[in-house]
């Protein structure tokens, strides 16, 4: 249960006296008023104010309280916010912000409560969009429909034959086509499983429509990429979503360098609207143009940065991908893939980490993880490069004695609560009562000292950091399942939730000295929401509204329900 505060916190009054900074004017001097204001600071402790002053250039000048603000900007212009609750800025440490903003082109599956439901989906949008060569959705999961078994081609050729259809699944690890993408794609029963993939098969070895991890690419190469009009709507659209969430930063998991020169460009023009901490996807042809002048940071008054590579190690345990060191307790026919062997692996982040990156690798099973934790304890010696602080993505069942290594190894969990709320109904059925006890496994983390940087893996989940405050610290889904949490004592306290999602977020990017917390000299990125977080019964933590984002002293967003006058 959340504690209700039993005694005032302290007000922060900290000033520091700023030189000029060579940014464009966000506006001018402001002070926001009569604010119920919470932020965490970099000794520690989470501290309360009513009032922030920021300069024109966007950079906090003193938090406290009115009489304290004014008299360090006399002359700013003053927002009331009438007693409502302000936090630092958002950050949701790994999502794929082109993802959510491609979403709204396609079916959506992720409503949909069983498979008849999807199938009129798909239908209904083909039937409305009758000149789009190929039908694209996602958010897909057979878990939630009770189906037993995934959905096939057949499923799809009785709504939908004349045209491809490809769907994603609700996690990105397995694509779901009907009979005509099949064909585009090439992929028979002869068709070889590629490394690290599956292609799902009958009795007979026909191919039944389902693509699991890498063997997805065979059908995504045929599939027309976005032209860049397309690009830059989705980049849109997902930004205008992350400031109605409140996020004010995102690490972009994975990026192609098309995407980095909209990403470049929107910043040199003052268009993005959420901070993006991008990692290039993998250390392919793309890697090779993007790392020629080595990683990139602060660009654009830290609105962009290319410092990270992701890499993947496994699939997901929705579609059995994961890689477990003993057979799924539920499939013992299978332990899940490896996208590569040991070596190949080793050499993939060997590649990133000599150029000077962070490594950022995508783990969820026992043996992904496992197989990531010996590279790191080879290579970080090998380059002095702790400092780089290397992640692992999602760290989602860990081998109990593994667990530490991060600790020693310097090795940040990028973790998404609601994965655990999302996988509850399925994740113990996969892995057995032995080894979910070592998943998912936040409080074990903290306690050793980790620092766990939170985000949602959007599209996959609602970018909504509020329901990952919610997931933190009640183990429940947003419905309030199950009844006092699901294995609650890994369950967060809120102060420690709120920090995964602001400092130690940014830490987890190098960037805990300029957002992350409103301190003098941070960036002014805060958020306006209608309820304190810290007096409500835990359960409304999903329900918060966000009234207002602003980021680098700007408003870039604003609810109907805000009146200005």
């Given at each position: 249960m959340l504690t209700p505060l039993t005694r005032p916190l302290p007000t922060l009054a900290l000033t520091i006296a700023l030189g000029a900074a060579a940014v464009p004017a966000a506006h001018a001097q402001t002070i926001i008023d009569h604010a119920n204001g919470y932020t965490l600071t970099a000794a520690g402790p989470l501290q309360r104010f009513t009032s922030l002053a920021f300069d024109a250039q966007g950079r906090v000048v003193a938090v406290g309280s009115e009489a304290e603000t004014a008299a360090r900007l006399p002359g700013a212009r003053h927002v009331d916010v009438h007693g409502k609750t302000v936090l630092p800025g958002?950050?949701?440490?790994?999502?794929?912000?082109?993802?959510?903003?491609?979403?709204?082109?396609?079916?959506?599956?992720?409503?949909?409560?069983?498979?008849?439901?999807?199938?009129?989906?798909?239908?209904?949008?083909?039937?409305a969009h009758p000149d789009n060569a190929w039908i694209i959705g996602y958010g897909w999961n057979q878990e939630a429909w009770k189906l037993g078994r995934f959905p096939t081609a057949a499923d799809l050729d009785a709504v939908v034959a004349d045209r491809p259809v490809l769907l994603h699944r609700?996690?990105?690890?397995?694509?779901?086509?009907?009979?005509?993408?099949?064909?585009?794609?090439g992929i028979t029963g002869d068709t070889p499983d590629p490394a690290g993939g599956k292609i799902e098969r009958d009795a007979r070895s026909k191919p039944t429509g389902v693509l699991v991890d890498s063997a997805m690419a065979l059908a995504d190469k045929v599939v027309p990429l976005p032209t860049p009009a397309q690009a830059r709507a989705m980049l849109d659209n997902a930004l205008a979503l992350l400031a109605k969430a409140g996020l004010t930063s995102v690490h972009d998991a994975g990026i192609t360098a098309a995407q980095d020169s909209i990403y470049r460009d929107y910043a040199d023009h003052g268009k993005l609207t959420a901070r993006v901490y991008a990692m290039i996807g993998d250390t392919g042809a793309d890697f090779d143009q993007l790392a020629k002048n080595g990683p990139l940071?602060?660009?654009?008054?830290?609105?962009?940065?290319?410092?990270?590579?992701?890499?993947?190690?496994?699939?997901?345990?929705?579609?059995?991908?994961?890689?477990?060191?003993?057979?799924?307790?539920?499939?013992?026919?299978?332990?899940?893939?490896l996208f590569y062997p040991d070596a190949e692996m080793r050499a993939k982040m060997d590649k990133a980490m000599k150029a000077g990156y962070q490594v950022n690798v995508h783990a969820i099973g026992d043996a992904g993880n496992h197989q990531i934790l010996d590279a790191y304890a080879q290579l970080i010696p090998r380059y002095q490069a702790a400092a780089l602080r290397h992640r692992i993505e999602h760290a989602?069942?860990?081998?109990p004695d593994d667990i530490p290594r991060f600790?020693?190894?310097g090795i940040i969990p990028s973790?998404?609560?609601?994965?655990?709320?999302?996988?509850?109904?399925?994740?113990?059925?996969?892995?057995?009562?032995?080894?979910?006890?070592?998943?998912?496994?936040?409080?074990?983390?903290?306690?050793?000292?980790?620092?766990?940087?939170?985000?949602?893996?959007?599209?996959?989940?609602?970018?909504?950091?509020?329901?990952?405050?919610?997931a933190a610290v009640t183990r429940q889904s947003a419905a309030g399942v199950p009844v006092g949490g699901w294995y609650k004592h890994q369950a967060m306290t809120l102060n420690e939730a709120l920090?995964?999602?602001t400092l130690d977020a940014a830490y987890a990017a190098r960037q805990e000295n300029v957002i992350g917390s409103l301190e003098p000299g941070k960036w002014a990125d805060f958020v306006v929401i209608d309820r304190d977080i810290f007096a409500v019964p835990p359960a409304q933590l999903g329900k918060v509204e966000v009234l207002q984002t602003w980021m680098g002293g700007k408003r870039v967003y604003k609810s109907a329900a805000v009146k200005d006058k």
């Open positions: 958002l950050i949701d440490a790994h999502g794929h912000v082109f993802g959510l903003g491609e979403i709204a082109s396609g079916v959506d599956l992720f409503a949909p409560a069983s498979l008849p439901a999807a199938l009129r989906a798909v239908a209904d949008f083909a039937r609700v996690d990105g690890h397995a694509s779901w086509l009907n009979s005509t993408a099949l064909a585009m794609a940071t602060g660009y654009a008054n830290d609105t962009y940065a290319l410092a990270a590579v992701k890499l993947y190690a496994d699939g997901a345990l929705g579609s059995r991908g994961a890689a477990l060191m003993a057979p799924y307790s539920d499939l013992p026919s299978t332990r899940g893939l989602q069942v860990v081998l600790k020693t190894l973790m998404q609560p609601t994965h655990a709320t999302s996988d509850q109904n399925m994740a113990e059925q996969r892995v057995g009562h032995e080894r979910i006890k070592s998943a998912y496994a936040w409080r074990t983390f903290l306690d050793q000292g980790s620092r766990i940087a939170c985000g949602s893996d959007f599209p996959v989940e609602p970018p909504d950091p509020f329901e990952g405050l919610h920090r995964c999602f």
